[in-house]
């Protein structure tokens, strides 16, 4: 890049990812397949690095993100709100996945490298990140504990779908959707176990109440301040 020369790169970004995508389905999510999308799309080397100074890792978040957004916005024009909620978050997976059907082989090259032990914080960040954008594009406005059960169960649902939609070979993969379907009914399931089990438990005495009437006298509970 020469001095005082002007480029965007948020389009940089952009371009590189789309480019990168067909090398990572079989190079991997390496710098080989960063190279050659950087080559590919026409952005020096500086300028690439510019654009993602994290490398691959980074590109790859960048990934999600975008599909992250894309899927809000697919939601937000199907009005999934006036839905039932399970409709509401298999409208967000599924249409997740469609957009993605020509990169199925770079996503699967993509699970490998966060299989990775060095990559697992950011499997997980990325994963957390997904379903949190569906609970939110489902209008979940959760937040007690329901808010972390809903994106556990839903990490889950997501995760093992993903993995199945990796190896469907049927027609517009529709097993892959009634694997989806079938998850969500079983998943959809626990929240009503749940209440049932808080319903019991509320009639237990509280431990910590219990724990006041018999502490010694003389005996002060520990403040902030220790």
Same mark, same amino acid.
């Given at each position: 890049m020469t001095p005082g020369s002007i480029y965007d790169r948020d389009a940089d970004r952009l371009a590189l990812l789309e480019a990168t995508l067909s090398h990572a389905a079989f190079d991997g999510w390496s710098q080989k397949a960063f190279d050659s999308g950087a080559k590919d799309?026409?952005? =020096?080397?500086?300028? *690439?690095? !510019?654009? $993602? =100074?994290?490398? +691959?890792? /980074?590109?790859?978040? $960048?990934?999600?993100?975008?599909?992250?957004? /894309? +899927?809000? /916005?697919?939601?937000?024009? *199907? !009005?999934? +709100? /006036?839905?039932?909620?399970?409709?509401?978050i298999a409208f967000g997976v599924k249409a997740r996945l469609q957009r993605n059907m020509r990169h199925r082989e770079a996503i699967k090259s993509a699970c490998s490298f966060l299989a990775m032990p060095h990559n697992g914080a950011l499997a997980l960040r990325l994963l957390y990140r997904t379903v949190d954008a569906m609970w939110y594009g489902a209008g979940d406005n959760a937040t007690d504990f329901n808010f972390y059960t809903k994106r556990a169960l839903l990490a889950g649902v997501y995760s093992t779908t993903v993995l199945y939609w990796l190896n469907d070979k049927s027609a517009g993969a529709a097993d892959t959707w009634t694997f989806l379907n079938r998850r969500i009914d079983e998943v959809m399931q626990v929240p009503k176990l749940l209440g049932k089990f808080s319903a019991v438990t509320s009639r237990f005495p509280n431990p910590f109440r219990v724990a006041q009437r018999i502490r010694p006298r003389g005996f002060r509970t520990r403040t902030a301040r220790g």
């Open positions: 799309a026409g952005i =020096p080397a500086d300028r *690439a690095l !510019n654009a $993602f =100074p994290g490398g +691959m890792s /980074e590109l790859l978040a $960048f990934y999600h993100e975008v599909e992250d957004r /894309e +899927m809000l /916005e697919a939601m937000q024009r *199907a !009005n999934v +709100m /006036e839905m039932r909620v399970r409709d509401r």
